[in-house]
Structure formats: C-alpha cells, structure tokens
C-alpha cells in the first residue's frame, strides 16, 4: 500500500474547496476532486503545480447515482480513502419561511446535509483505520437570521451528522469533526453581494457586527481543515472548531465606549 494519502474534497472547484486541494496537494495527498464544474476544477487541479496531480470526477452530492459512481471510481483506482473534506455547500435566495420554496429548500438540504450523508455512506467501507472526516458547517446554524432557515438547517443537521459519524467511526480510529466559518470571502458571498444591488453596503453590513472586523480567506478556513486532516490533530474526534472573527460574540464596545 502507498504510503501517500488518498483525500476526496466535496465542492472542490472554487472557495473554500479548491483551496484545501491546493493546500493538500502541496503536502502530497493524492487528491481526487468532486464537484458539479469540470471546467473550473480542472483549471484548480491545473494550478496545483504538484508531482502528484489532483484527480477530477464531475459528482452533483444532490443524486445518489452521481454519488455511488464517484466513490466506485475512488475505489478502483486507489481503493482507500484516509481523508474525506465534506466541503460543498450551496445557498438559495433568501425567504422567510412563508416564502419558501420547495425547489430551493430540496436543493440546500439535498446539498449541504443529505449529500455529505451519501458521501459519508459511500465512504465508509473504504476508510482506512484512523482516517479523518472534516465537515464544513456554518456560524449560521447557531444564530437567529431571518431567511436563511434552509441553509441553517441543513448545517445544523450537519454537525449532528458529524458528531454521529465521530462516535460510529472511533472503533476504528476514524475521527469526524466540524469546521464552523463566520464570513468567508468566497465566491458564493461574493454572489450574494451582487445580487443584493450594492455590494459594498452587502459587505459593510455583515463584517460591521464582528469583532475582527472583516471576513476569512478560503485558505485560512483550508489550514484548519488540513490540521484536522492530519496526524497532529489524532486526538481530536467529535469537535467543532469556529473560525468566525469572535462573531458569535457579538459586536464589542469600541475604546470609547468601554468603562
């Protein structure tokens, strides 16, 4: 058996994904890349720069099918897995719940919980003793927002999924943990700015309330998930570590205001 690691990333083409692939391959895993967009994860895989250069299967998490023959294919090629970074996540356009759709709730939650479900499924028989699951949930599923129910529900349910996945997998030493991120400046937000017809007030609104006062680079979420993907964290199983600024702090009193 090769000693290099073999290591699936859901939502591997853009933001947080495509920068734990870059951050993995640079520690030489074998990475394989799973996501909906061939020609943008080719072109992530391409700026890799590696010897051992990531692997690319176009899988949408939303269908079972697409799902089973993903990890078929993993375990023809390189039959184990020792990393799983369950990474994707989408986000509807946002409703109170007298609005919601059905269509943009099935597509969330189909996503971002029962997606990483059927990855964790197909995964489990081809896990190697001691490997590492990280899951990527959200601040949101622990705040009271309006209009974003879909997409915290589904990363609410995550961290009872990973939590779970964490006490099935200790017998053999497979450790689940949560990545919760605040803001992070990726291209999904970035979207959502857009769309919201005054990006910058989007942006001010949203990284005034936290007490660091801007948003998280992908790469600073991927150095976490990749801590927790390696033997220094080999004691770490059940967690769920926050990377939000100190949002769920609240906004802290300036030097003026403080007594």
């Known amino acids: 058996m090769s000693d290099i690691k073999v290591a699936v990333v859901t939502g591997a083409s853009s933001g947080i994904g495509a920068a734990v692939v870059k951050k993995l391959a640079s520690i030489g895993c074998q990475v394989v890349m799973l996501a909906r967009d061939m020609d943008r994860m080719n072109r992530v895989a391409a700026d890799c720069g590696t010897a051992v250069l990531p692997r690319v299967i176009q899988t949408d998490l939303r269908y079972s099918s697409s799902v089973d023959n993903a990890f078929q294919t993993i375990s023809a090629d390189f039959g ?92 053999r030493g497979i450790r689940a943990n949560l990545i919760v991120p605040g803001m992070v400046n990726t291209p999904m937000n970035q979207r959502m700015a857009d769309a919201s017809g005054n990006s910058q007030e989007w942006w001010h609104d949203r990284l005034s309330s936290i007490p660091m006062k801007r948003a998280a680079e992908p790469e600073e979420i991927a150095e976490a998930i990749c801590w927790l993907s390696s033997d220094d964290a080999r004691f770490v199983t059940g967690a769920e570590i926050r990377l939000d600024g100190g949002a769920l702090l609240g906004p802290l009193p300036s030097s003026d205001e403080k007594t």
Not at 104 to 120: A, H, P, Y
Not at 125 to 138: C, E, H, R, Y
Not at 148 to 162: C, D, E, H, I, R
């Open 80 to 171: 184990q897995i020792d990393i799983l970074c369950a990474v994707a996540g989408i986000f509807r356009e946002a409703a109170p719940i007298q609005d919601q759709l059905d269509s943009d709730w099935d597509d969330v939650v189909e996503t971002n919980l029962t997606g990483v479900m059927r990855c964790l499924r197909s995964s489990w028989p081809l896990f190697a003793n001691g490997a590492s699951i990280v899951t990527v949930g959200s601040v949101l599923a622990e705040m009271a927002q309006p209009e974003v129910g879909a997409y915290a529900v589904s990363k609410a349910g995550l961290s009872a999924l990973t939590r779970t996945s964490a006490s099935e997998g200790v017998a």
